[in-house]
């Protein structure tokens, strides 16, 4: 019984944290290369920014906040692993893109920041040669 109700809880609980996740594809003014978006995030929240990208193209990415457990990670079409994590390398990158396909730039914060409920305020500037 106690593993029934220990099963029942956590299904329950799971559907929580999928709202936390919000999703926005990013399409460049004409003529233009590139886009700044500003945000905010709260705890267990992060935001998902979608970019249409073509092999060999140059993508730019850069991060700012004054939070510091605010970071990025950048991952490929089909892909289950982060291509860049910048919680290792930092909050700014430049990467060629090795195929064609949507790419997303998912920004949160770090674990210790959520779990105490931070706020970060941050200004990300995307940019495609």
């Known amino acids: 019984m106690k593993i029934l ?16 996740v919000k999703r926005h594809v990013v399409h460049f003014a004409a003529g233009t290369s590139g886009t700044t978006v500003h945000g905010h995030l709260k705890g267990y929240e992060s935001v998902q920014y979608v970019l249409g990208v073509t092999a060999g193209q140059k993508m730019d990415v850069q ?6 457990s605010l970071y990025f990670n950048i991952t490929g079409p089909g892909a289950s692993a982060a291509m860049y994590n910048s919680s290792i390398d930092g909050n700014g990158t ?6 064609s396909g949507n790419y997303v730039v998912d920004v949160y914060l770090m674990r210790n920041a959520a779990r105490r ?11 495609v040669e």
């Open 5 to 20: 109700s220990l099963s029942l809880m956590l299904a329950l609980a799971a559907p929580a944290f999928a709202d936390d």
């Open 63 to 68: 991060l700012d906040s004054k939070n510091t």
């Open 94 to 99: 430049s990467v060629t893109i090795p195929s």
């Open 117 to 127: 409920d931070e706020t970060a305020k941050y200004t990300l500037t995307l940019y």
